[in-house]
């Protein structure tokens, strides 16, 4: 049997020798989400990326700097002003918050993440994180497609594209937002871009379903039923009259799937099949509203993956709003009030997602990733006692299938402003994604306005130094 | 199941390739190989020629980089003199030693050094030129031997080839004897004459994207003219349609978006004109090369007309970030990706060329320049984003001409109020201190405090009826009321708040609510909507002897500056027992007002004398009054067509596309790409900006520009026929590859020029008359084994309705279309802005949304309801080409949306109409109106017994659901 790799190499042989050919419309790219397997052994079979928009405070969570605690009130270093977003910075500002060592690695955390601080033995951490613009939409943009323009697919699209579906009645790549709303850009963070609509993620949480899911109400379910029969027979008869055209029946397949997914979505959304143990470990029924429908989603996405799902896009907290920081982790002016919000909504639902993901055995072939747009200053923004963006310095994590937890990679200067060693970017994120999924993300391409696009753009090296 | 979805357009109607990926390969060989010997054989001896088969390979892999004075290493590889006598590391090829010619060493092995980026040449093309070099490497090659550097085949003049002799009955124009040519090279044969009825519903879609009513179809079956296909086609190319059909076409390649994309996505609630200008012109048939003129340079070829002007709209269709960020860097990065917008669009849009790849280097397959790139920046250098004012010029000067009366008016009040100002300054600074001691503190954002003699209250309340900052909201973290015999308890804590109004984020409705105020923290907080009066009124758990109130706007002082959120400023508090009879315990009576410039006024007005005060209020009322009158003016209608202004500084090459990182001056110019093709021109680095875009309008709208021609020509083919020439329709560079039918293409591009004038319309009836538009699409086995993608259309190709087209045959067959043309568009979905738009779908469809699909108001990166799962491209970049998809999405949405559902009951209701309501007609109608045909004898049995069991509105829903509605044949 052939590999899908050797199908796409000799296709793409094919194109080299034809081009230049008198030859119309024949690019032989994979269009179909039928399942295939990658270039190589893969670690994970899919992915459960976890995304605070907003820009969360590396230097507040994960990257303990004793120094900037040390130096909190002197004058910063010049060249920190540098990168300003929204004006001039002022003195160094040490986190409001201590931090601890956790585990047997020791990883020092913010105590405003206790549960995930005690996972700290499953994650490694890219502390050298850098992005290539300090404003949110076009950030977020980048971390979820690797271009900072609108436009281009998302990482969960090109591994529909790559690897298809493993699941025929639930769409291979969901994005859940938050319940404050969609992330900066919103949908650009999980469109298909010029990849064909089919890879889109699906969009729902929840606590919104699926658009148009369900029959509509002034119909009876029997007269839903008959009607589809109906419609099976018009086109059944229909494709009989015209054998040769694939796509009529297509089509009905199309609508025989959809029926499908009318029974399996609800069933995979409905979470009172959840024992209450497992509710109260994502905190699911916190008095906290929005703590709990943040579990709630988690929940859905554990749910979601072990039905085979591909890639699960899940964000905690939304888009800039009308004051800062409230609904998302953008603390540009009172990051104490911010994060004391935002952290306890985070963390034990996060936390409560991987042990259960690691008690059902998920996490063993199941990539976890945690990731912002970028960092913040360890300045406090001029008149205030908040931060203001950074695009030098900002950390993201790994955990689950094929990753060497309780490890740190690379590191920003002693005071969190830029990172230095080991710098890491969003294609490098990116790379290391897909080759634990098996893909060599230098192959995973698609034609479009004069370039075959990948993921990674033209840049992206894999962190093997994260890997198990 | 294999696949939950099939087809693009290229894959849609493959017949083998849902088997077996072997099969599909195979069909893929069986359609590619004999045509790679067409394009390669002809004249071909039994050895490799150097014009025929190496100097195409070297060209698409090597010529790039190594051609011209500039070449690599000095190695020129577009000439068999370069190759002899090679570069920097000697000769590249050896004649007759294959072995020892280094050209074989670089681009072979495993692991090829050449070329550095793209595809490596196959070993097909490896053993060509292997071949060639042992047969002593002959140059054959046409054309100027000096380096010749032949330029790729779009780059090129017109090669145009006489028109086929007809040889056949089947040929109706020269189109279809170039098409049959290309057919029997295959050994293939053109299908069959379609019958009238397929033919008019296909042709109607075709050139206005909507059916025929069942009339037209009737009198046009039954017209016996043998000329009544052409009066259709001229009938059908005169309807204003016809612009709404092709005009969406283009907006695709336009990247037309009507909101700013990026984080912030506002709505662009004035970028309408621009559309309506683009149907216009459409409808007009005015010349292509117009049109190019007028979207390049519009206000400058017609500066009083407003329908010329509003071409420029395309400068500025693309995404805009609006984002503000306070650092240079940013800014200039910003700047120039909304110019490298401009240069993608214009290069792809009428060029077909992908200048934005030469961004940051020179392009890696096309002969694009890095320096090509800059000077086209150079030309857009002074276009902005933004609304101009685009109005009767005689309304603008109209208005110029009030508001610089009332202008004159405000600023003689102001200059009389300075100067009372000045003459009272002495009295003013030697009371200052004794009348500023008369007053309480001012109200700060940070805490302010009211304290009274206790008093009982049940319900206490706050009435803000001024704002600071006269803003027309209030903002508030906490509201405190402690009691009077326990001065810390905060007895509000237990209470409940209501209040005037709250700002409401759809999203997440709790984020600014009343209950922020008794929470005993500060870091949410209450906003109240934008009205004035303001009122809070908290109820406490129970009657509390209470005795000072405190609130504050940013105790956490994150807003920074001096004023922070707006605060109340005038109000008054008061207190009741019963939530009925109040009385008042505390104003802001007395309070120093919080600006310096009404402090200023208060220490005036304590020094005037009754004269000076009665002036002052006079000089202010006449003030108020100018500029009341001015905000009153009706201002001209602006629009979305782009800002010009002339540029501070001359354009440089960015190096590595890094804006901070400035290389040699460039000056506005052509790109040397078309130097064979068309007179190059270059300005002074300061030229005016208009003359820049006049200039590069001008050069690809002339005469000349082959290209230019090739490129719309393709584009429209390819609405006629699924399928374009060229596969990518925005790129004729190396990567794009070769057209399917190169002489025809050229020869009707040739013609546009020549014969049509760059006129479309001609060009539509000539492909639309052709035998081949005509023919059946009936599936043919042996052909498809052939030529599976059906490249040489020996059928019409079937297609799915397009995503605009589905949703307008809906609801022309449900009788509902809405066919007003023109003016602001639609909104499928509920627009809110916090800061960020955020877009809402509609759960309900009102008939103001029964519109054109052209006419919907698409913001960037939102997928319409229909429109959205159907394949409509998302905005932010161009569309040449729109890909068809099939997914359950699209089922879920046809099947259940309130859209159809609402549309398939007016359905029912029009067929019961035109049945006369007698339910032994209502099959018959329903297939007139939806199918234009009657039904058979087993489909009106059918119909007719799921019709009595559940009735006309579920068969109208089944039927606006079903293939033969969605597809054309």
Not at chain 2, 694 to 717: C, F, G, Q
Not at chain 2, 776 to 804: I, N
Request: charged share 25%; aromatic share 8%; glycine share 8%.
């Amino acid at each position: 049997m052939e590999s899908a790799r050797s199908r796409r190499d000799l296709l793409g042989g094919f194109v080299t020798v034809l081009q230049g050919v008198a030859l119309a419309s024949m690019l032989p790219q994979r269009h179909s989400l039928a399942a295939q397997p990658p270039h190589f052994a893969p670690k994970a079979k899919r992915v459960l990326q976890i995304f605070c928009p907003g820009a969360a405070s590396h230097i507040d969570l994960w990257d303990y700097k004793p120094e900037l605690q040390r130096r909190s009130g002197q004058q910063a270093p010049a060249e920190l002003d540098a990168v300003t977003f929204q004006g001039s910075n002022g003195a160094l500002m040490g986190s409001p918050w201590g931090f601890k060592a956790r585990g047997q690695s020791g990883k020092m955390i913010s105590e405003l993440l206790p549960e995930l601080g005690g996972l700290a033995d499953e994650i490694a951490f890219v502390h050298s994180m850098q992005s290539k613009t300090n404003t949110h939409g076009p950030a977020c943009v980048l971390l979820n497609t690797g271009f900072v323009l609108e436009g281009f697919p998302s990482a969960g699209s090109w591994l529909s594209y790559a690897l298809g579906s493993e699941n025929n009645n639930l769409p291979t790549y969901v994005a859940i937002p938050d319940i404050r709303g969609i992330p900066p850009a919103g949908p650009a963070n999980w469109g298909a871009g010029f990849l064909p609509a089919e890879h889109q993620a699906i969009v729902f949480n929840a606590q919104e379903p699926i658009r148009n899911l369900q029959r509509p109400a002034s119909i009876s379910p029997e007269r839903d039923a008959a009607t589809r029969d109906f419609l099976g027979d018009l086109n059944r008869n229909h494709a009989a009259a015209h054998p040769g055209d694939e796509e009529l029946r297509a089509r009905i397949a199309a609508y025989e799937l959809a029926a499908r997914m009318q029974l399996s979505a609800p069933e995979v959304t409905d979470l009172s099949k959840e024992t209450q143990a497992t509710r109260d470990l994502y905190g699911a029924n916190d008095p906290n509203p929005l703590k709990a429908a943040y579990a709630r989603n988690c929940l859905l996405a554990r749910r979601l993956l072990e039905r085979g799902v591909r890639f699960v896009n899940l964000f905690c907290a939304s888009r800039a709003s009308g004051v800062d920081g409230l609904l998302n982790w953008d603390a540009h002016k009172t990051l104490k009030a911010d994060y004391e919000r935002h952290c306890p909504i985070l963390d034990q639902p996060t936390a409560g997602l991987l042990k259960d993901m690691r008690a059902k055995g998920l996490l063993e072939d199941t990539l976890v990733v945690w990731a912002t747009e970028f960092g913040r200053m360890p300045t406090h923004q001029e008149g205030t006692v908040g931060r203001d963006h950074n695009p030098n310095a900002f950390t993201t994590w790994f955990a689950g299938a094929g990753i060497r937890g309780g490890t740190s990679y690379g590191a920003t200067d002693e005071l969190g402003g830029r990172s230095v060693q080991d710098i890491a970017t969003v294609h490098d994120f990116h790379a290391t994604m897909l080759h634990l999924l098996g893909l060599d993300h230098e192959r995973v391409t698609w034609y479009h306005n004069g370039i075959n696009r990948r993921l990674t753009d033209v840049h992206g090296h894999v962190i093997g130094e994260i890997l198990a | 199941m294999r696949s939950l979805a099939l087809g693009s357009p290229q894959t849609q109607y493959r017949s083998a390739v849902a088997v077996t990926d072997r099969n599909a390969l195979r069909s893929i060989a069986r359609a590619f190989l004999p045509i790679l010997a067409l394009a390669i054989a002809p004249a071909r001896a039994d050895k490799a020629s150097f014009g025929e088969d190496i100097l195409p390979i070297l060209e698409r892999k090597c010529v790039v980089c190594h051609h011209g004075d500039g070449a690599q290493n000095g190695l020129r590889l577009g000439s068999t003199a370069g190759l002899i006598a090679g570069g920097k590391s000697g000769p590249a090829v050896i004649p007759r030693d294959p072995e020892s010619s280094l050209l074989l060493a670089k681009v072979g092995g495993q692991k090829p050094e050449m070329p550095p980026a793209g595809q490596p040449l196959t070993s097909a093309e490896i053993a060509l030129i292997r071949d060639w070099i042992s047969s002593g490497a002959p140059d054959d090659a046409n054309g100027p031997a000096e380096d010749s550097e032949r330029t790729w085949w779009s780059l090129r003049p017109f090669r145009v080839e006489d028109e086929p002799a007809p040889a056949s009955l089947w040929e109706r124009n020269a189109i279809d004897g170039f098409l049959l040519r290309a057919m029997e090279s295959q050994g293939l044969e053109p299908s069959d004459p379609s019958d009238r009825k397929t033919l008019i519903r296909r042709l109607s879609f075709g050139l206005t994207g909507l059916p025929p009513e069942a009339a037209e179809v009737e009198s046009f079956v039954n017209d016996p003219d043998p000329e009544a296909y052409a009066r259709l086609v001229d009938r059908l190319l005169a309807s204003p349609t016809y612009g709404e059909r092709w005009g969406r076409h283009w907006l695709d390649v336009a990247r037309f978006g009507e909101s700013n994309g990026y984080e912030q996505n506002h709505l662009r609630d004035n970028a309408w004109p621009y559309r309506d200008w683009v149907i216009r012109s459409f409808n007009e048939d005015k010349p292509f090369n117009r049109m190019i003129l007028e979207q390049l340079a519009g206000d400058q070829l017609a500066p009083d007309d407003l329908d010329t002007q509003a071409g420029t709209g395309f400068l500025v269709a693309g995404p805009h970030d609006t984002v503000g960020i306070k650092n240079p860097a940013g800014e200039a990065q910003k700047r120039a990706n909304h110019l490298d917008d401009m240069i993608m669009g214009t290069a792809s849009a009428f060029l077909g060329l992908t200048v934005h790849c030469a961004r940051c280097h020179d392009h890696k397959f096309d002969p694009i320049s890095n320096e090509d790139y800059y000077r086209m920046q150079a030309v857009f250098a002074g276009v902005s984003h933004g609304d101009r004012t685009w109005d009767d010029p005689a309304r603008v000067a109209d208005f110029a001409a009030a508001s610089e009366r009332l202008n004159n008016q405000i600023n003689d009040a102001s200059a009389g109020l300075e100067a009372l100002r000045k003459a009272v300054a002495g009295r003013v600074d030697a009371s200052r201190e004794t009348i500023l001691r008369r007053y309480r503190p001012r109200v700060d954002q940070s805490g302010t405090e009211e304290t009274f003699d206790p008093v009982a209250a049940k319900f206490v309340r706050m009435r803000v009826d001024r704002a600071t900052g006269n803003r027309n909201r209030v903002d508030l973290d906490e509201f405190a009321i402690f009691a009077a015999n326990d001065s810390d308890r905060n007895v509000a804590l237990d209470g409940k708040a209501t209040v005037s109004g709250t700002r409401v984020d759809s999203a997440s409705p709790d984020t600014y609510a009343p209950a922020n105020l008794i929470d005993g923290k500060h870091d949410r907080r209450w906003i109240s909507t934008n009205a004035m009066p303001a009122w809070i009124q908290i109820e406490l758990a129970q009657t509390e002897r209470i005795d000072r109130i405190e609130w504050s706007s940013d105790r956490l002082g994150g807003f920074g500056g001096r004023f922070g959120p707006p605060q109340p400023e005038e109000y008054e508090i008061s207190v009741s027992l019963d939530g009925d009879l109040w009385s008042t315990v505390a104003s802001s009576e007395g309070r120093l007002p919080f600006s310096e410039a009404d402090q200023e006024r208060l220490l005036l007005h304590a020094v005037f004398d009754s004269g000076e005060r009665l002036r002052w209020d006079r000089l202010e009322a006449a003030q108020r009054e100018a500029k009341r009158a001015l905000a009153r003016l009706p201002k001209p209608q602006q629009a979305f067509l782009g800002r010009f202004q002339q540029p501070e500084e001359p354009s440089f090459l960015m190096v590595r596309g890094d804006p901070m990182n400035k290389g040699p001056e460039v000056a506005p110019g052509s790109l040397s790409t078309l130097s064979g093709l068309l007179a190059e021109f270059e300005l002074d680095p300061d030229a005016p900006e208009a003359e820049r875009r006049l200039a590069l309008a001008k050069w690809i709208a002339s005469d000349d520009n082959a290209l230019a021609a090739r490129v719309i020509v393709n584009r429209v083919w390819m609405h006629h026929f699924g399928q374009p020439f060229l596969r990518n329709p925005s790129d004729f560079g190396v990567n794009g590859g070769m057209p399917s039918h190169p002489e025809l293409l050229d020869w009707l591009a040739h013609r546009l020029i020549h014969t049509h004038d760059w006129r479309l319309k001609p060009l539509h009836r000539e492909i639309v008359l052709s035998a081949a538009y005509r023919q059946s699409s009936t599936f043919r086995k042996d052909a498809a084994q052939v030529d599976s993608d059906g490249v040489f259309l020996w059928r019409y190709p079937p297609r799915r309705l397009g995503a605009e087209e589905l949703r307008d045959a809906i609801l022309q067959t449900s009788g509902n279309l809405d066919r007003h043309m023109g003016g602001p568009g639609f909104r499928l979905y509920r627009y809110t802005v916090d800061n960020v738009a955020t877009y809402y779908p509609l759960g309900e469809f009102s008939p103001d949304t029964y519109r054109r699909g052209i006419y919907h108001q698409h913001a960037r990166s939102v997928k319409p309801e229909l429109l959205g799962e159907f394949d409509c491209p998302e905005t932010s970049l161009p569309a040449p080409k729109r890909i068809t998809t099939t997914s359950p999405l699209q089922a879920l949405t046809l099947f259940n949306s309130a859209f159809v559902v609402d549309q398939a009951s007016s359905f029912a209701a029009v067929v019961e109409i035109e049945s006369s309501h007698d339910e032994a007609g209502f099959v018959e109608a329903a297939w007139r109106r939806a199918y234009l045909r009657e039904p058979s004898a087993a489909e009106r049995r059918s119909a007719t017994e799921f019709l009595a069991q559940h009735g006309l509105e579920a068969l109208s829903r089944a039927i606006l659901n079903s293939n033969e509605f969605l597809y054309v044949f």
